[in-house]
């Protein structure tokens, strides 16, 4: 089994900037995406960033140019750092790890970003 443990949620105000971390542990042998997802209450989780153990990175629309992820395989982490946050980005964000360069196996427990306006 893997474990995936998150860090950074917060409250922040609109234009501020917050970091979300996440490590994997457990039975790792190989690890291939890396990624964030968000989802707000009555909608589907969505796509934020992923990352492929061959370095292509993937941005939603609204992600691109203010989000960045970035990964650390010695450390079996996955960070994604967010500026220029809005209210909308309000959502729980969820770590997402996969054996394979193209999907993901493992999920984070959620951590919550609150932007206020």
């Known amino acids: 089994q893997v474990q995936l443990v998150e860090s950074g949620g917060g409250l922040v105000q609109a234009g501020g900037s917050l970091e979300l971390s996440c490590t994997a542990s457990?039975?790792?042998?190989?690890?291939?995406?890396m990624g964030w997802y968000r989802q707000v209450p009555g909608k589907q989780r969505e796509l934020v960033a992923r990352?492929?153990?061959?370095?292509?990175?993937v941005y939603s629309d609204s992600a691109k140019g203010r989000f960045t992820i970035s990964r650390d395989n010695a450390k079996n982490t996955v960070t994604l750092q967010m500026n220029s946050l809005k209210p909308e980005d309000t959502a729980v964000y969820y770590c997402?790890?996969?054996?394979?360069?193209?999907?993901?196996?493992?999920w984070g427990q959620g951590t919550q970003v609150t932007v206020s306006a």
């Open positions: 457990g039975s790792i042998f190989n690890i291939g995406a």
């Open positions: 990352n492929s153990p061959y370095g292509k990175t």
């Open positions: 997402a790890v996969g054996s394979g360069p193209n999907y993901f196996d493992y």
